[in-house]
């Protein structure tokens, strides 16, 4: 058998061809795959974000404060570009994240207002395909790709 017969009869698959899968392990609480439990955000109680948050503030700063407000399940802690930190936290209950919000938005920590609202309210997402990036409502511009906001309203 030659050669080029056999190279046609076995299909060749490209990598292009296949979905780009980031993780494939599958989550126990929702049941979806591409992340494990520990970053699941669809809760019973929902995910509230904490944003603006001073550069010296640590984990368990956040932890005692949004604690006497409301319990949570977990908490994902992180830095923006400008130093300032920001936490996401997966609530037990719905009221215990009403009570978050109602407490902590917009009160003063360290000279700086900090914004604790519910994980998607106040953002739109990016009408450019490729980008898809979430943005704040405040923004006239994506942050990655920089599309108007104005093109993005005008299309729809």
């Known amino acids: 058998m030659s050669s080029s017969a056999v190279s046609s009869a076995s299909p060749v698959s490209l990598d292009m061809d296949k979905p780009r899968v980031r993780c494939t392990k599958i989550c126990r609480k929702c049941g979806i795959a591409g992340h494990v439990e520990k970053w699941c955000?669809?809760?019973?109680?929902?995910?509230?974000?904490?944003?603006?948050?001073?550069?010296?503030?640590s984990e368990e700063q956040v932890r005692v404060i949004v604690e006497q407000f409301g319990q949570f399940e977990n908490m994902r802690f992180g830095t923006n570009y400008d130093g300032g930190k920001w936490a996401i936290l997966n609530m037990v209950d719905?009221?215990?994240g009403e009570n978050v919000i109602k407490g902590l938005h917009m009160t003063e920590m360290k000279g700086r207002e900090i914004v604790v609202k519910w994980k998607e309210e106040g953002m739109w997402t990016c009408a450019d395909p490729t980008c898809r990036k979430s943005n704040f409502d405040e923004r006239d511009a994506c942050v990655q790709c920089r599309l108007p906001l104005k093109k993005m309203k005008v299309a729809s």
Request: aromatic share 10%; proline share 10%; hydrophobic share 20%.
């Open 41 to 57: 955000y669809s809760t019973a109680g929902g995910t509230v974000y904490v944003g603006d948050l001073p550069p010296s503030t």
């Open 94 to 96: 719905k009221e215990g």
